[in-house]
């Protein structure tokens, strides 16, 4: 363990001043030092960052932070087969749990007098939680909604196809797109009418995460899957009524789509590097004004490029969420999925790490709402304003403040955030969780151009955009959810490696086929997978959708 115990006094009176209203104290006189293995790769944050400061006074905890720098599955497969572990991850998903390497966590979440924040979090989700061992390992950092029944949150956290602002503008703000077809027509006559940027550089069109060789590139795979116009298994159907379950990668929609995208791409409007650009490089397209249009997830989407663009007053260029489908007429309701618990996701503690039942109070004091407030909002007076009738706002020098990286990297935690436990949905006085989550507030950080287009649709807030959900019972049974709860063995997990595989090799040459090649290439693509055993992975899903329960929310 690289877990230090320091022999730094702490003034716990000081603490409580530091951070008002705080009431949370250390459980020793001694500040542990974190090895934190992060799946971001932000960079360090300065040593006089407030937020941490704070965490280090009231918890007396202080972060060593690893930032994963390339492929994180490569370094958590590395530590796997070391056995040197971090004390605390967001990282590596199931992995870590298959090893055993993970501490259960299930008894911080149901002690509502010791762990408060915790139970209030996490206490109404326990069974949807638990892996299939019985025990809880993560503590998701998304996924649970407080006071949020009439779905008003504004941003939207689900997939969708991102349209430039300034497509929709050009066209004279059309109907929104119903079909990939309209979607792609969209991009096509923005391209052909502007012929380049502002700088003079060719558009990218439509882009795509596709290098495979890192674990982001799920757009090229799961693409199709959300324009079906049906419930979105991960790459199957399921029949719940029957308790059945069929592979669906090879079912039409799947073909036709990536038929017009290889379209697209011998049109010249899909970059030709998608399949060995990186992360960074994906992002530096999106920002440079050349790529038109993606599919992606919107967690990839906001922090990644709409906030930096916000960042840069780069109005109109800022990508909003779209549902479309393959097919005219077919439901776009299930790109807005309930939200549920992302029970792979969030913060997991190693089987040896130190004082465990000290960290946990630190994540217990995070979660509560106090906390939450000060990680998102900052400073009342100071950060944000409160008006007499309790709402929360920003002035334009706070709003400046809180679009800026500068300043949120020298007063929030950052690093920490992208695997720490967040409230979503609002507070119980009626403001958002965070100002970008408050409707007022992100109808004010929306630029001229945003604010037009969503005048003109009648719309205030983004998630207003795609169709309602789905019951959160029925989106629970999806086999991809399933999924998250099982690793495969045997001839299932072989399997399951196949497709991965097959996939990988395959997708890639489909889109960049040339004129004329690609039904005979997706005919081989298909008889591919005449040589995996999937009917061993339907065996598995089957017997578990029969026993799953219904997850309530």
Not at 403 to 424: C, F, H, K, V, Y
Request: charged share 25%.
């Amino acid at each position: 363990m690289r877990a230090k115990l320091l022999s730094i006094l702490l003034c716990l009176a000081v603490a409580a001043a530091a951070f008002a209203g705080g009431d949370q104290q250390a459980a020793d006189d001694e500040v542990t030092v974190l090895h934190a293995l992060m799946n971001n790769s932000l960079s360090q944050p300065p040593e006089d960052n407030r937020s941490y400061l704070r965490i280090e006074e009231e918890f007396g905890i202080r972060f060593d932070f690893e930032m994963a720098v390339g492929d994180i599955g490569e370094r958590v497969a590395l530590m796997i087969a070391s056995g040197d572990y971090a004390d605390i991850t967001d990282a590596g998903g199931k992995d870590f749990w298959a090893a055993g390497a993970l501490l259960p966590l299930e008894e911080y979440f149901v002690q509502p007098d010791e762990y408060p924040g915790l139970y209030h979090h996490f206490n109404h989700h326990m069974d949807y939680l638990a892996y299939e061992d019985g025990s809880i390992y993560r503590m998701p950092n998304d996924g649970i909604e407080f006071n949020n029944e009439q779905n008003g949150s504004p941003l939207y956290f689900n997939p969708g196809f991102w349209l430039k602002v300034r497509v929709l503008e050009e066209a004279g703000w059309p109907e929104l797109p119903d079909t990939v077809a309209d979607f792609m027509q969209l991009i096509e006559d923005y391209a052909n009418t502007q012929q380049t940027t502002d700088d003079g550089q060719s558009f990218l069109g439509y882009q795509i995460m596709g290098n495979t060789s890192i674990w982001r590139w799920h757009p090229l795979r799961d693409a199709p899957m959300y324009v079906s116009g049906y419930i979105p298994e991960g790459g199957w159907r399921v029949d719940e009524a029957a308790g059945t379950v069929e592979f669906d990668r090879l079912a039409p929609v799947y073909r036709d789509y990536y038929a017009l995208v290889n379209e697209m791409y011998n049109k010249g409007l899909v970059d030709p590097s998608f399949a060995t650009n990186d992360f960074d490089e994906w992002i530096a397209a999106n920002l440079s004004g050349r790529t038109l249009g993606f599919y992606d997830m919107s967690w990839q989407t906001w922090w990644s490029v709409n906030d930096v663009l916000r960042e840069q007053n780069a109005d109109g260029e800022v990508f909003v969420p779209l549902a479309v489908t393959m097919y005219e007429g077919d439901s776009k309701q299930f790109f807005r999925a309930p939200t549920l618990p992302n029970r792979d996701n969030g913060f997991a503690l190693f089987v040896d790490i130190e004082n465990p039942e000290k960290i946990m109070r630190m994540f217990d004091g995070l979660a509560g709402e106090e906390w939450q407030k000060y990680m998102h909002w900052g400073i009342p007076g100071e950060d944000y304003m409160i008006a007499d009738d309790g709402e929360f706002f920003l002035t334009d020098e706070q709003r400046a403040n809180h679009a800026s990286t500068e300043w949120r990297d020298q007063n929030l935690p950052t690093q920490l955030m992208s695997g720490l436990i967040e409230w979503e949905g609002f507070y119980d006085d009626g403001n958002g969780y965070s100002p970008s989550n408050h409707p007022p507030e992100s109808r004010r950080l929306m630029g001229p151009m945003e604010q037009e287009m969503m005048d003109h649709y009648g719309m205030q807030v983004y998630h207003q955009l795609i169709p309602s959900t789905m019951p959160n019972s029925r989106f629970y049974s999806s086999t991809w959810r399933i999924d998250n709860q099982t690793v495969l063995e045997g001839d299932a997990a072989i399997a399951e490696q196949q497709i991965e595989d097959h996939q990988k090799a395959w997708l890639a040459r489909l889109v960049t086929a040339a004129p004329g090649e690609f039904d005979g290439l997706w005919t081989e693509y298909a008889a591919g997978y005449d040589d995996i055993d999937i009917q061993a992975i339907i065996d598995v899903y089957e017997e578990i959708l029969v026993a799953a329960p219904e997850y309530e929310g």
